[in-house]
């Protein structure tokens, strides 16, 4: 594929190729936006002149370029075309017949004005009809209309996302319109909403992405729990997320190798997004429920709920805990025991916790928590242990001790398990 020069992806030298003969076309959106501030692109917005248009055009623009063409929309009649998977670089580009009878008509319906900036496909100058372009190199947020909001409530988390990305802020009447529309947002799909609000919360920007989500209102009507009646973000939220979002993120105290591997946990994007989340919802009377109207995967609402769960069991540890009290405090996190770790020290600082040995176990943790190094078949066929709650309760006995470095192996814990049962079998006679 022949690069397309200009600052756009090679995809389009193809799709000017694909369009020479046919309607007229405009690159809209994000693209012209990026291109603008010279960053990569690899996602490419097409509006296409032709309510008919744009499947024709997407096929063949996938015959010439080597991707897959699929309906996105029977509504809006928009196709996307997405490259090879072996493709690179990768591209995907999206066409949208315009919404509308003309250019103008479609920026119109637009939500803010950087983001209503076309260029044609053809070549040619900048088409700005709205100002787009001197509004971002100002870095502010202007809606494009009066009803923005109003005609699809996402755009108020929308605009905290692109206040983090751009590191630009709403002018005053737009915020005013983002919040009029926020209470909106309670009817909204959270599948929708939710990938944008963490765009908006954990990226480079964030702290501006906060800041405006909350002014917008967005935060007030999606996760009360972390603001207060005024819609103001919470202190304690305010000083959890930098801690867990900040750079470098993770607990201090824990061993030198421990610190970097919670550290490096704390970076991974799927991480920062858990732990963001919980630090937001930790205050709720049931962490799991305040997430549910964004419709988080089931996993995440797990990783949520333990982290949140085991802050109150973590902060109750006495300075000295012993290997007992640090698997009860950690052990119900199960393999999110880092996470919960990180999410306790955000929340309580420099307390006098055991600090390194937990750090030291949520380490370990992440693959899977401690087991006995032997089965309950070899503890029931060796020591004649019945099957039941007593079987599991030693079981657990012997994983602790395995954990904190006291059996050797299967020889080991089977000796424990045998001095274990016979005390309990003693006490139980003596009672």
Do not use: C, K
Request: aromatic share 2%; no cysteine.
């Amino acid at each position: 594929m022949s690069a397309a020069g200009d600052g756009w992806p090679p995809v389009v030298a193809v799709l000017r190729e694909v369009l020479t003969d046919g309607p007229d076309a405009w690159i809209v959106g994000g693209a012209v936006r990026e291109r603008l501030r010279g960053q990569p692109i690899t996602d490419v917005d097409v509006a296409i002149a032709g309510d008919d248009a744009a499947g024709p055009v997407a096929r063949a623009l996938a015959r010439r370029a080597g991707g897959h063409p699929f309906r996105l929309s029977d509504a809006f009649g928009a196709w996307r075309v997405s490259a090879a998977a072996d493709a690179d670089p990768a591209w995907q580009v999206d066409l949208t017949p315009l919404q509308g009878p003309d250019l103008a008509a479609d920026v119109a319906r637009r939500d803010l004005t950087v983001n209503a900036l076309a260029v044609p496909v053809a070549g040619g100058p900048l088409v700005d009809l709205v100002g787009g372009e001197e509004d971002l190199r100002a870095g502010r947020l202007r809606a494009v209309g009066t009803d923005a909001f109003a005609a699809d409530p996402v755009r108020v988390v929308r605009l905290a996302r692109f206040a983090a990305e751009l590191a630009a802020d709403p002018e005053a009447e737009t915020l005013a319109r983002a919040r009029a529309a926020a209470p909106a947002l309670a009817d909204v799909p959270g599948e929708r909403v939710l990938p944008e609000l963490l765009r908006a919360l954990t990226g480079p920007g964030r702290r501006r992405g906060v800041r405006v989500a909350a002014a917008a209102g967005a935060l007030h009507v999606l996760l009360p729990a972390a603001t207060d009646p005024e819609g103001v973000v919470l202190p304690a939220v305010d000083a959890a997320l930098e801690a867990l979002l900040g750079a470098p993120a993770g607990v201090p105290e824990a061993a030198e190798g421990d610190r970097a591997w919670l550290a490096a946990r704390a970076a991974e994007p799927s991480r920062r997004e858990t732990l963001a989340l919980a630090a937001l919802v930790h205050g709720a009377p049931d962490p799991a429920a305040a997430l549910a109207p964004l419709r988080p995967s089931r996993a995440r609402r797990t990783a949520v709920a333990r982290a949140v769960a085991a802050v109150p069991r973590v902060a109750a540890l006495p300075p000295a805990a012993d290997a007992v009290a640090l698997y009860a405090a950690l052990r119900p996190a199960g393999t999110d025991a880092p996470e919960a770790l990180l999410l306790a020290r955000a929340l309580l600082g420099p307390a006098d916790v055991p600090w390194a040995p937990l750090a030291a176990r949520a380490v370990r943790w992440a693959a899977g928590p401690p087991a006995a190094p032997v089965t309950g078949d070899e503890l029931v066929t060796a020591l004649g242990v019945p099957r039941g709650p007593a079987l599991g309760a030693l079981l657990t006995r012997l994983a602790i001790a395995h954990d904190a470095g006291e059996l050797g192996g299967r020889d080991d814990a089977l000796a424990l398990a045998r001095r274990l049962h016979a005390t309990d079998r003693a006490a139980t006679d003596g009672g």
